[in-house]
């Protein structure tokens, strides 16, 4: 019996019931359950299966075709979100059960669903063409959650085995079960941490209160002053490299069907704050960001404690767009916070890594490269085709906010640019408790990539 | 045998053990003991003892003499500091020991050293003048260390029975060993918390960054606009009210064996920050300072995460100098919050109470109010030639930058102004591990205040 067959459901149960946790070393024993089953079923599939071993959890890569054909790399991950809080899921996070057309279980949606969908579509294709001429290269890490460490080392490694016309990845969202978005870029990241050091421990801020600079209010000068009133990055260069949305961009955003009023509830905000010039759902998608993530500083319990700190700290982190370069933009943040620090107050920033945004520009939409391969453009056709025929809708071509650092990364080491199809929604719980996967988006989605991957030769 | 007359020292060794920590109710044993002790010595000295009940800890009201002599009121705290971090201490907190001309303990230097002081002077003086014709009325309270949230309340009922001519206090600080600071004055405090709220929820920054207005970013633009970039509160009329110091007050300050170089190093601070027209030394005790005591929002712990959160909050306290009033600073600042807050963000602002700023000019100085009564003005010209005699220096006269609001309080309600004298020094610790109290200061305390009381007749 071949499981990808017979019940593509069942084979995500067993997936999710490898308990994968990435980010706690108790999960171990989750992590190599989900190593085995996923190079089980590539090999059921008839991959040849590495195990490469990195400083952190070993990648899966798994080949199958003749290296003369059309070459397609597929990217996912077998590791998963902690689950906690425990007490909040209605089911055992992993012992995935189905409730109302969703299987719920840890990894459900991010990311073992998809990557059932894809090894179920592909099984169908093998039956029917068992020397199917695409040369397919799989590429499962299991260090996703926590920031792909080991991956840029990897991809070093085995640049060469990497290489092909195209990644195909579906580990991007979507509007909803009746909307499939292509996913055209993903937004970069950079992350700074900032401490400001007073006196050298806390006072008594009425005995010496008023003879010296507060740690926690120099903070709180040093950071307002990266935004303006409007909300602008103030940072000298901050926008220099920023490429502005094509029109069809912008065009294709006005496709989806969610409101700024109901995406307004759906986060709980009376009023948006967008960068000047963009509307809310331009802004997340087409916008560089300067966050603060964490700040804390002095007395955090209850009541009042009279205190003036010794030091106190602000997490940053900013979100990317095409052009602009991660380095250049943390070593630009790094400049502006030692410039605003007054100088009675010790300032370190240390820069905490990140990734440089992706964007691609679909074959033939403005803007393009035109230097697009035959396969590539054949892909992004047949992905267009395929979801109207099997969802009813066109996708919508468009940016997503969130990161995946490991994207650029592939297409500047392996020369790989990526076509991303989005299977998970908002309503899926993403890292959250009750995290499910639309058993209606897993169905479609499996008849949509047997007809994708027919379609590519 | 008299234990105030043998041994102060021992006297003082057994309050210590009273373990009378008023901010956890596991130490309710150790009040109550403290409380018999404070008790049983007074009533020793001759004292009538009351324990007066309140919503919180009782407080000890003593009486001793004829009510037509002139009256004398004296204030002491039987509770303690917690002492936590215990691992810092050399010896057990509530097992006082002697160490290089010291007794190391939880509240040796706060306040129950220069309890067992006063009531070691008083001791001699009765004994060589059993009628001595000063009507004393002692005041020992056991919640000062949690903001004596039932003193208010006690001196409205007992009024009556707190009348008296002055109020003597040894509950603030001094320089050193060889220089006593008689305390003309205490800055007042308002306490404000401000929190503010955006999405219903943690939310991911990358998917929803760029749309709306990050809690923390409003709270460090509210925030900071609080002061300028000279330091000075921006708060508008924040500093009407404020008296300058007198001239005299300048002087008296230049005579403290304290230099800025050498408090920057006990601070550990490079540079100083006092507000314009100000020396460091002169910031602390003349002017109002508003000081972030706490600021907390987002994630917390080590490494990133990517989160924009829910809410922030900040801790917020004034100290406020004659004659600014905590009510009408509070609201001040409160308005300056509410109007630098963004329209996109919730603000809420609570007042969390405070005290009124306190000073006297002592009688004979430039600003004395001139209506002083002649017991005042003999116990003032009495304790500086004592504290000569005794010291080998004349004290000086000087305002103190920390906030004892029951002071005002009494002032207010019971009419009493304050001869305050320091007997502890910041080498004692106060309200940390190995805290201390000076024994060579205790020994000649109380020569100094056996001569102080019979100079009053």
């Known amino acids: 019996m071949n499981l990808f067959l017979d019940s593509p459901l069942n084979a995500l149960k ?47 890569l798994g080949t ?81 959650e926590i ?29 909803g079960p009746d909307q499939l978005v292509v996913t055209t870029g993903l937004r970069g990241l950079c992350a700074l941490e900032v401490n400001v050091f007073g006196p050298k421990q806390d006072l008594h801020s009425g005995v010496h209160g008023g003879a010296l600079y507060n740690p926690l209010q120099a903070l709180m000068r040093i950071c307002s002053s990266l935004h303006d009133k409007d909300g602008k990055v103030t940072v000298p260069g901050f926008y220099d490299n920023v490429r502005p949305p094509e029109k069809w961009e912008r065009d294709e955003l006005s496709k989806l069907p969610i409101t700024e009023e109901s995406y307004a509830e759906f986060l709980g905000v009376q009023k948006f704050f967008p960068p000047p010039g963009y509307s ?75 990734g440089d945004p992706y964007v691609l520009i679909p074959p033939g939409k403005p803007g393009s490269s035109g230097e697009e391969s035959d396969f590539m453009i054949k892909a992004f056709s047949q992905a267009e085709t395929c979801i109207r025929n099997n969802f009813g809708t066109k996708p919508i071509f468009l940016r997503e906010g969130g990161s995946i650092p490991i994207i650029q990364d592939l297409k500047e080491v392996a020369g790989l640019d990526s076509l991303m199809i989005g299977l998970f929604t908002n309503e899926d719980n993403l890292h959250a408790p009750d995290e499910s996967f639309h058993l209606g988006i897993m169905n479609k989605a499996i008849d949509s990539f047997e007809e994708f991957f027919r379609g590519l030769v």
């Open 14 to 60: 067993e997936y999710v019931a490898c308990a994968s946790v990435s980010a706690d070393s108790n999960f171990h024993e989750g992590l190599v359950a989900a190593q085995n089953f996923a190079q089980a079923g590539l090999r059921q599939l008839g991959f040849e299966v590495d195990l490469i071993e990195t400083p952190g959890n070993p990648i899966i």
């Open 147 to 175: 920031g792909s460490p080991s991956f840029r080392g990897f991809l070093e490694k085995n640049k060469e085995r990497l290489k092909g016309d195209m990644l195909l990845v579906s580990d991007t969202g979507s509007p």
């Open 280 to 354: 809310a759902l331009e802004g997340v998608r087409f916008c560089p960001t300067l966050e603060l993530n964490g700040v804390g500083g002095g007395y955090q319990g209850q009541g009042s404690k009279t205190v003036i700190p010794a030091e106190a700290f602000a997490k940053i982190t900013c979100r990317l767009v095409p052009d602009q370069k991660a380095d250049d933009i943390a070593k630009k943040v790094e400049n502006a916070l030692i410039e605003a620090s007054p100088p009675e107050i010790k300032i370190e920033v240390k820069s905490k890594g990140g």
């Open 64 to 144: 199958r075709g003749d290296p003369s054909w059309p070459r397609l790399v597929i990217y996912g991950h077998y590791d998963v979100q902690p689950p906690d809080p425990l007490d909040l899921w209605t089911s055992e996070p992993f012992h995935a059960v189905e409730r109302n057309g969703r299987l719920y279980g840890r990894g459900a949606a991010d990311n073992k669903g998809p990557q059932i969908v894809h090894m179920s579509a592909l099984a169908r294709v093998f039956k029917a063409n068992p020397n199917y001429p695409v040369h397919i290269t799989y590429l499962i890490e299991g260090e996703e």
